[in-house]
């Protein structure tokens, strides 16, 4: 074999060598999902829906009406308290007028007092109950899911629909055992998502203290049968995710990414 042969095998052989040690140093990356911690809006008592006043992905802002529903029931339960508090009232009167020329007991103004107070206390309840028939946003953020429409029957205590505040928005996925020790709360990660821009980071805010098996999704082909541990974080821009949306996180913003394909 001459020198020069000889000299192209070896120059072959340390550039394998050098690409396959810059493989091994590039970020394999962890894939995982994108959720949200939804508000969901709801009335107290069962009615039906008379107006609803947005639409899924319109924004809303804190005290913003959202919908109605039928109030004849609480309508006439607040007249009716009404009715009795003018009783109460009247009845009062009476009893502290006689008590006062002395021709009342205390025993009748006490008790005249104290059902006043009971029928101010109901008209309070029935007003109450009357203004919750409308339902404003909790929170401010992006109609997310509208589960009852105008003429349905909605339960007491069912949603509406569902609110999702930019700052419920989470990334979650899974690492090996064997990578927990390099992650701690507040550390920073890359995001990458198909057709996402290239800065998406994160910040991580949430890690188990219990292993699992087998995560519930899995984006990846690969199956791994062994133990890993659940991650979240929080998106410095969430309005560039979407809600269930497969996403790879890489823990090391700096390092090259390993071809995902």
Known sequence: MTSSRLAKILAMVALAAALAGCQERRDPGF???????????????????????????DEVKVGDLLYSVDDDLQQADLNQNKATLANAQQTYDRAASLRGTGAGTQANLDAAVSALRVAEAKVNTSETRLARRKGFAPVAGTIQQIYFREGEMVAAQRPVLSIMPPGNMKLRFFVPEAELPKLSIGDQVRVVC???????????????????????????????????????????????????????????PKMPVADRR
């Open 194 to 252: 198909d057709n996402c821009a290239a800065d998406l980071t994160a910040k991580i805010y949430f890690i188990a203290t219990t292993a699992e098996y087998t995560p519930p999704v899995i984006y990846s082909l690969d199956e791994r049968n062994k133990l890993v541990y659940l991650i979240q974080a929080r998106p410095s821009r969430p309005d560039a995710l979407r809600v269930g949306q497969p996403i790879s996180v890489y823990l090391n």
């Open 31 to 57: 894939q995982g999902w994108v959720e949200a911690d939804m508000i969901f809006v709801s009335p107290d008592e069962a009615g039906r829906v008379v107006k609803l006043n947005v639409r899924e992905g």
